[in-house]
């Protein structure tokens, strides 16, 4: 695997689920790199890796998605097989169901991992996926590397 | 970002060491191989079981990082699902 320098998370934040979690609206964002067939693919050639991401709204079939992921550092074979590994749908339409959880966000956001170079994801990226989830009305986020 | 917009996340980590020195506000450690963030593939319980262990961390009010390890314990499963 290659060995990145890790940045330190630089955060202060109070945020906190203070209503009860079978009332919370859950969203996931995830380094998996999947996309719908109508997306573009992540763009695997560029330096520093590609910061955009791809929307996947809820009600998506997990099947229909595609993998775009560059790295060889992980074993693909486990979402090739079930992207709820990854990319939760299902599970979270259950949970909700079992009234564990309140709703399923609207939709879930899909980046490609490998970010070796993170100031544009940091500057730019990041912070327009935190308003598109503040618009969404999303209590909680689970983040899901692979 | 998220959390500075006021919502609360947690992350799940297959590598604990690195987690240790990135300090993300929440995060779950799980023991598994890379590439299987929430388990094993189709064993729907068991996702749901660590899916719930994370997202009950986000309410826990944090000033310093938190890493919980998961508990692979099935009996923590509410009857019924």
């Known amino acids: ?146 | 970002m998220i959390e500075g917009a006021g919502i609360p996340t947690v992350s799940i980590t297959l590598l604990r060491e690195v987690t240790e020195q990135v300090g993300p506000p929440r995060a779950l450690s799980i023991d598994r191989p890379l590439g299987f963030p929430l388990g094993r593939p189709h064993d729907a319980a068991g996702q749901r079981r660590i899916i719930m262990s994370a997202l009950e961390m986000l309410s826990v009010p944090v000033t310093a990082p938190l890493i919980r390890a998961f508990d692979d314990d099935p009996l923590v499963d509410p009857p019924g699902l």
């Open chain 1, 1 to 146: 695997m290659a060995m990145y320098r890790y940045r330190r998370v630089d955060w202060k934040s109070d945020a906190v689920l203070d209503i009860p979690l079978s009332q919370a609206r859950i969203a996931v964002v995830t380094t998996a790199a999947f996309h719908t067939p109508d997306q573009p693919a992540f763009d695997e050639s560029l330096r520093g890796g590609d910061v955009s991401f791809r929307l996947i709204p809820v009600g998506t079939r997990l099947e229909d998605l595609r993998i775009a992921h560059r790295s060889d550092a992980f074993d693909h074979r486990g979402i090739e097989a079930d992207k709820n590994l990854a990319l939760p749908l299902d599970r979270l339409e259950e949970l909700a169901r079992d009234r564990r959880i309140g709703c399923v966000a609207p939709r879930h956001v899909s980046f490609m991992g490998s970010i070796p170079a993170p100031a544009r994801l940091i500057a730019a990226t990041a912070p327009e996926v935190a308003g598109l989830l503040c618009s969404d009305g999303v209590d909680g986020v689970l983040l899901t590397p692979v």
